[in-house]
C-alpha cells in the first residue's frame, strides 16, 4: 500500500523555523521526483519545492528561495523540507507529492498545516 505522511508542522512564530518530513513506503522512492506543495485558505495549491529522484537537483519557488531547502534521504525514503524565516503568508497545508513520468504516476500525502503568527 502506497503511504507518504508528512509530519513536522506546526504553530511557529515569524522568523522561526519548522522542518517537515514525508516518509514513503509501498513504492520505489528513489525512482521518483518529489515536490512539496502549499494550499493556503482560499488559494489554488501551489509548488513550493522539488528535487529530482537522485538528490542532484532542486527548484523552489520565487517565494520561498532562499528560506527553504528541500533535501531526501533514499536510504530513508524519506523528503524534508527545511523552512527558515518564515512568514505569515507561509500559513497553509504542505503536501508532498511523488511524480515519475513513465509511466505517469502520482502519489500524495495528507497534509501537514504550517501556521506562522505571533
Known amino acids: 500500500q502506497v503511504q507518504l505522511v508528512e509530519s513536522g508542522g506546526g504553530l511557529v512564530q515569524p522568523g522561526g523555523s519548522l522542518r517537515l518530513s514525508c516518509a514513503a513506503s509501498?513504492?520505489?522512492?528513489?525512482?521518483?521526483?518529489m515536490t512539496w506543495y502549499r494550499q493556503a485558505p482560499g488559494k489554488e495549491r501551489e509548488l513550493v519545492a522539488d528535487?529530482?529522484?537522485?538528490?542532484?537537483?532542486?527548484n523552489y519557488a520565487d517565494s520561498v528561495k532562499g528560506r527553504f531547502t528541500i533535501s531526501r534521504d533514499n536510504s530513508k525514503n524519506t523528503v524534508y523540507l527545511q523552512m527558515n524565516s518564515l512568514k505569515p503568508e507561509d500559513t497553509a497545508v504542505y503536501y508532498c507529492?511523488?511524480?515519475?513520468?513513465?509511466?505517469?504516476?502520482?502519489?500524495w500525502g495528507q497534509g501537514t498545516q504550517v501556521t506562522v503568527s505571533s
Open positions: 509501498g513504492f520505489t522512492f528513489s525512482s521518483f521526483a
Open positions: 528535487i529530482t529522484s537522485a538528490g542532484g537537483s532542486s
Open positions: 507529492n511523488a511524480r515519475r513520468n513513465v509511466p505517469a504516476i502520482r502519489y
